[in-house]
């Protein structure tokens, strides 16, 4: 498999595109996930080609848009429109896949009904994305209805077929490591890429969880998964106090990770 590293570029916020990508490149990484919220707004089509063109004139990867769309929460009429806005803004800025939310709400206090909307929209916007040949790739997280084994494996089997939805993965601070190691094998069937940070999130450097990430490592970078993208990418997301000697610090970090699990081949 081949294996990317990068940046979600919504750790930086309140920094313009041109500082992110200088700072990712800084890093050493290779790829940032452009924000749908302050960097790139879904709808802003010369913003989408302008930061497109820049990341990519420095040799960066755009390996998804991270859309803030959720799957189920509109009427027909109105998620079409939602969604056409945030996939011309991924075609423009040049991403190979789009990141959304399945709905707003936890697995567990989803009704039948929700289910079955979220579904079917989800469905919709995956073919709206496949005629532009892009994925679509679910956000992990808690209140959506990726947020746990059971309903990951629902939600993605219930997808996934020629045109299958595929999903992110991350830790989520809420459970304990063995319950994320069950999320983790939940979703590896259909992972795509990953969200990496320390389960203290922005108050802890990356290292300070060596233990737990050189333990799920193994498992993201295994090629014998069934749907797996063509590359994995994984992404700092969240850095001690939103800094760039933080952030420099992760990425040495995560590096520094794959490198020591490559020796152990």
Request: proline residues 4%.
């Amino acid at each position: 498999m081949v294996v990317k590293t990068g940046l979600v570029s919504v750790t930086f916020r309140k920094e313009e595109p041109e500082t992110v990508i200088d700072w990712v490149r800084d890093a050493g990484l290779e790829a940032i996930e452009w924000g749908g919220d302050v960097h790139v707004p879904a709808g802003n089509l010369i913003k989408a080609r302008a930061v497109g063109a820049r990341t990519r004139s420095n040799g960066l990867l755009i390996p998804t848009y991270g859309s803030y769309y959720r799957a189920g929460t509109l009427n027909a009429f109105e998620a079409r429109r939602a969604f056409s806005e945030v996939l011309a803004t991924a075609v423009a800025l040049g991403a190979r896949g789009i990141r959304v939310w399945a709905n707003q709400i936890a697995s567990e206090k989803a009704s039948p009904d929700i289910w079955e909307r979220t579904l079917a929209d989800l469905s919709q916007i995956r073919d709206q994305a496949q005629k532009e040949g892009l994925e679509l790739y679910l956000e992990y997280h808690n209140n959506t209805l990726n947020d746990r084994p059971a309903a990951t494996r629902y939600l993605l089997s219930a997808l996934n077929g020629p045109s299958g939805v595929k999903t992110f993965w991350q830790p989520l601070n809420e459970l304990t490591f063995e319950e994320n190691l069950q999320t983790l094998e939940a979703a590896r069937p259909y992972l795509a890429h990953v969200h990496v940070f320390s389960d203290q999130g922005a108050s802890q450097p990356l290292g300070s969880s060596q233990e737990q990430w050189l333990l799920y490592l193994p498992k993201l970078l295994d090629a014998g998964d069934k749907e797996t993208a063509s590359f994995r990418c994984l992404m700092i997301e969240f850095v001690k106090n939103n800094s760039k000697e933080a952030f420099l610090e992760d990425a040495r970090t995560l590096k520094n990770w794959l490198e020591l699990l490559d020796d152990r081949k």
